[in-house]
């Protein structure tokens, strides 16, 4: 089990999130007391763009 705490990106609030067998377990908040310089936490980027497929290019002038 790892643990990670930081600041929502959304809020800034403290939080903790869980995580068991790669899986995110828990996001619970926590005490401001408890860290000190908290890193931000914040959703990973996936970028979905297609550029073509089967031979299909998108990108070239047709």
């Known amino acids: 089990m790892d643990t990670y705490i930081g600041k929502?990106?959304?809020?800034?609030?403290?939080i903790c999130i869980t995580v068991l067998d790669g899986v995110?377990?828990?996001?619970?908040?926590?005490?401001?007391e408890a860290v000190i310089?908290?890193?931000w936490?914040?959703?990973?980027?996936?970028?979905?763009?297609?550029?073509g497929y089967a031979g299909i290019d998108m990108n070239q002038a047709s």
């Open 24 to 32: 995110i377990h828990s996001i619970v908040p926590v005490s401001d």
């Open 37 to 39: 310089n908290p890193v």
């Open 8 to 14: 929502h990106y959304a809020n800034g609030q403290l």
């Open 41 to 51: 936490i914040a959703p990973g980027l996936v970028d979905l763009q297609i550029n």
